[in-house]
């Protein structure tokens, strides 16, 4: 079985997985990080959005082998220890969230678009999110969540 | 107002640990141990198993073991409300077996089930299972059921499982009989698919050294899982087997039901010894979660000269799929028939309704369950026939509505309203819809080359399920009470065990609310715990918007309690009569005097009881209640919303949609607000993109996020919304629920805007959900209809 080694929120790990292993399975069975989900098997959901090299990826549509070398950052590496990040702080400040399951890729997304975009408008941001689905806030708290967020990151 | 209490927007308890990645859902649970199930389901809607090879795969790398139908005889998966026919018959029951008996019955009926190591072993074993099948017609479209022929169980004639009716059919065909009009209307309510984003998941094990089973499963009730798996499927007494719902990401009504997987894990973890874990992939949820809606109906309306109403007929066909989930007969009867009076004085109704098998997957209570196919029913019709007349929306409305001083309100279809505003909630979102703009930006559109449209839709539902003493006499085998058990710890926190299940609603934040707000406590001083049988004594659950006007009363119920021994005890400690002592901002005093204790204090005497009058006073601070409610609590209000259709393409887009709703007391405006933006998104999305469609043989051809039309956020505007309101009239707390409102008033309104927008061209239907495909086609029929 081939060996990976990446580096998820800052800390260097390595596992062996099967060739067929997604990133997102390394991520949650090998390293425990249950953070990140898996809503869908046709890479729509978008619950399972991390970051790898600094943009946001559907790590159910990469193969672990393929994230071998890369700098992964996860929900779980999101936060400055206690202190939530800026748009976790704002999802939370504008009930950005019901169930939680879609939260981490949408967050995960949401601050990729914010990193590339200060300040994007509604129409931007409800564009951004066509690979994100939420079946609980009918988005309306999601778009004020990122508007906040970014103008706070 | 506190702003910890009722009435405050406090920001959610429980989320931070979901925007950390901390939440703990079932599939992020793993055992000691713990092997992975994957279930061979049929590809095939209907065929007899001739016989099931398993050799090959049990040889395969890393299968611990398989298990078909021939092994798991076992209890069928129960059926929990009876619906008896017209001639006062039962309805129809046929047998729901785990692993299939023989036959398969819907596409993703499971036919057995393979534990390996790894799911990934599993799955690939479970390919070289043999399975010969005879391959049978199928039968998919409820009218072809309804004749015969092909038959989903061979003991139900006709596929029927139920023919039930209530109210007086020959009084009513009188009334429309000698009506000034009757509008009728052919409506078919379109099928949905629940998901949840969640996929369902299982986990079983058994403990050899207690005879314990544990099972987490995705549920919205736990408790009600254990009875029904342990008494009816696997005969495994209550006090042996542990059910744990931990954070569950969404249900909308799929996660009520108990589910083949959940009894699969569980009966087979102690023959393999091991915990077994399942969880759905999305394709798997697509043909597995029980799917809602599904009705065929006509509607009649009969209409004086004035526009007031007379008379409403309907007659519906309703689809269960190929066998009865655990509440799917009393959607399109109790939850549904009840309702068709809405918020009208309509003064005799009629409903028929035929219950028909099919080979698909079953069907079940979907956000609203009933209610929503009401509302869509009646609301369309009352647009219908306001167009057919000539009289304005609001006013066909006005016109007939339940007056505010009439309340309470016996509808002739067995519910009493107990309180509502009608008029109120029309008002205020006409003006908030900034109705009286819509000519000029009508105008505006039509300069562009585009068609508006403004929609009605003023409901009510019936919720806060359900009072056990009515729904028993209906059919319901269970009772719909809920629980509740406070405990005061010793430095004065205090944890609260409620019977209800939080899976998106917040209820760690409300339920404390409640808390702060009745003992006087911060927030930090109270924890919610709820979801595991082996800590809530007894639970019913969370559907049917029941939390708070059930599960909240429960808890209000055992908050009094703590008061009154409260009183007892710093009656003791203070020397003062028991009546003396008053309870405010969380201090106990003596009235008139400045002698005081703070509940924290009467805490830990309650469990330092080192001079208690122990023949009069116990020792400790723990009260149990249950609570039974009076009524169903009832919710309604107006929504409108405003489409722009380009005739070119068929596209609608929504503009506007404004929701002003009655849901009785508010305890967080936040979080009714975010469950509505909730429903209206699951409503908008069943009016213009969701819908599910099988091919003649049975394939689902909606199977995924490719195919089926999850609403995305660009496909919704922003919502506005706002609360009017009255409060209930018969429980503590004035609540009426919020959960399901959204669902159930938004679909009418937006496809009343559509047909609005496209009447100038002769168009008087479109059917859900109005893709621009099917909006296209019909501008096309009508332009060539008026050539």
């Not at chain 1, 390394?26 to 399972?48: K, Y």
């Not at chain 2, 798991?72 to 046929?94: F, T, Y």
């Not at chain 2, 094990?205 to 499927?233: C, K, W």
Request: include cysteine; charged fraction near 20%; hydrophobic fraction near 40%.
């Amino acid at each position: 079985m081939p060996t990976v080694s990446m580096t998820v929120n800052g800390k260097s790990v390595s596992g062996e997985v099967e060739a067929r292993t997604l990133l997102v399975q390394f991520i949650r069975e090998n390293l425990g990080l249950t953070g990140t989900h898996v809503g869908c098997d046709t890479s729509q959901c978008g619950a399972c959005v991390v970051h790898v090299d600094g943009k946001s990826m559907k790590s159910c549509s990469l193969l672990a082998v393929q994230a071998d070398g890369a700098e992964v950052t996860t929900i779980e590496g999101l936060a400055n220890g206690e202190e939530l990040h800026p748009m976790q702080e704002a999802f939370r400040n504008n009930h950005g969230l019901q169930c939680g399951f879609c939260t981490p890729g949408m967050v995960m997304s949401a601050v990729d678009l914010a990193n590339n975009n200060k300040n994007p408008s509604e129409e931007e941001i409800r564009e951004w999110l066509e690979g994100n689905i939420c079946r609980c806030t009918g988005y309306h708290n999601i778009v004020k969540s990122i508007k906040e967020g970014a103008a706070n990151m | 107002m506190s702003e910890t209490g009722i009435g405050a927007s406090v920001k959610r308890l429980e989320d931070y640990r979901f925007l950390t990645g901390r939440g703990t859902y079932t599939d992020d649970i793993n055992q000691p141990g713990q092997t992975h199930a994957y279930i061979l389901r049929s590809p095939h809607a209907h065929a007899t198993i001739n016989s099931i090879d398993t050799s090959a795969a049990a040889a395969a790398p890393g299968v611990v073991a398989i298990f078909t139908g021939a092994d798991m005889e076992v209890g069928s998966l129960p059926c929990g409300w009876q619906i008896h026919n017209k001639d006062g018959s039962p309805m129809a029951e046929p047998g729901h077996p785990p692993l299939a008996q023989g036959k398969v019955r819907h596409v993703g009926d499971q036919v057995a089930v393979v534990i390996a190591e790894t799911l990934a072993q599993a799955r690939s074993a479970a390919e070289l299972i043999e399975v010969d099948y005879s391959e049978l017609p199928a039968v998919v479209d409820m009218n072809k059921a309804l004749a015969g022929g092909t038959l989903v169980h061979d003991d139900v004639a006709d596929n029927l499982c139920y023919d039930w009716e209530l109210g007086d059919e020959g009084e009513v065909d009188k009334a429309i009989a000698g009506a000034h009009h009757v509008t009728e209307i052919d409506i078919v309510n379109n099928r949905l698919i629940p998901n949840a984003m969640e996929p369902r998941a299982a986990i079983g094990s058994f403990d050899r050294a207690t005879g314990e089973y544990t099972l987490y499963t995705t549920s919205q009730n736990p408790h009600v899982i254990r009875l029904l798996m342990g008494a009816f499927v696997l005969q495994i007494p209550e006090h042996k087997l542990r059910i744990v719902a931990p954070d569950v990401g969404g249900g909308f009504g799929s996660k009520i039901y108990h589910y083949a997987e959940e009894a699969i894990v569980t009966w087979a973890a102690p023959k393999v010894g091991r915990p077994i874990k399942w969880t759905a992939d999305r394709s798997e949820s697509f043909i597995t979660d029980a799917h809602g809606r599904d009705h065929i109906t006509n509607v009649k309306l009969a209409l004086d000269e004035s526009g007031k109403f007379l008379a409403l007929k309907v007659n519906t066909k309703a689809n269960m799929g190929a066998y009865l989930s655990t509440f799917a007969t009393c959607v399109p009867t109790y939850l549904y028939a009840t309702l068709l009076a809405g918020v009208y004085t309509t003064p005799v109704i009629y409903a028929g309704v035929k219950a028909i098998f099919t080979n698909t997957t079953p069907v079940d209570a979907y956000r609203g369950a009933g209610r929503p196919e009401a509302s869509y029913l009646i609301e369309r019709v009352v647009d219908r026939a306001a167009r057919e007349m000539g009289i304005p929306q609001d006013e066909i409305r006005r016109k007939n509505f339940i007056p505010r001083d009439a309340f309470p309100y016996q509808t002739p279809v067995a519910l009493e309203y107990d309180s509502g505003d009608y008029e109120a909630t029309l008002n205020s979102a006409m003006k908030n819809a900034d109705v009286d703009g819509f000519a000029a930006r009508k105008a505006a559109s039509e300069a562009k080359g585009k068609l508006r449209g403004l929609g009605y839709s003023t409901y009510v539902e019936a919720c806060g399920i359900a009072p056990s003493a009515v729904v028993g006499s209906l059919g319901a085998r269970a009772g719909l009470f809920e629980s509740a058990n406070v405990r005061v710890n010793p430095t004065g926190s205090v944890t609260i065990f409620t019977g209800s299940h939080s899976h998106g609603q917040g209820h760690e934040t409300t339920f404390a609310q409640l808390v702060s707000e009745t003992l006087g406590l911060p927030l930090d001083q109270v924890e919610i715990s709820h979801g595991d049988t082996n800590k809530v004594a007894f639970g019913m659950g969370t559907y049917g918007s029941r939390s708070l006007a059930v599960g909240g009363e429960a808890m209000m119920k055992a908050m009094n309690k703590i008061i009154d021994k409260s009183k007892k005890i710093a009656a003791h400690v203070l020397e003062a009569a028991e009546a003396d002592i008053e309870f405010k901002d969380g201090k106990f005093t003596v009235a008139g005097t400045d002698k005081e204790m703070t509940f924290g204090e009467v805490a830990l005497t309650a469990y330092v009881p080192h001079n208690f009058p122990h023949d009069t006073l116990e020792p400790g601070l723990e009260e149990q209640a249950f609570y039974d409610p009076m009524n169903f609590t009832y919710p309604g209000g107006c929504h409108i919303v405003e489409v722009e259709v380009d005739p070119d393409t068929g596209v609608v887009k929504v503009d506007r949609v404004t929701a002003s709703d009655d849901v009785g007391r508010v305890i967080n405006p936040m979080i009714v607000a975010g469950q509505t933006h909730g429903g209206l998104a699951q409503g908008i999305g069943q009016a213009l993109l969701e819908g599910c469609i099988y091919d003649d043989n049975g394939q689902l051809l909606t199977g995924s996020y490719m195919d089926y039309t999850m609403p995305r956020a660009d496909d919704l505007p922003n919502f506005s919304t706002s609360n009017e309101v009255t409060l209930c009239a018969h429980n503590s707390l004035g609540v009426k629920g919020v959960g399901e409102t959204g669902a159930i008033g938004s679909p009418p309104a937006v496809i009343n805007a559509i047909v609005d927008a496209l009447s100038g061209l002769g168009v008087t239907d479109i059917s859900m959900p109005a893709t621009p495909q099917k909006v296209w086609q019909a501008i096309q029929g009508a332009k060539a209809a008026a050539e």
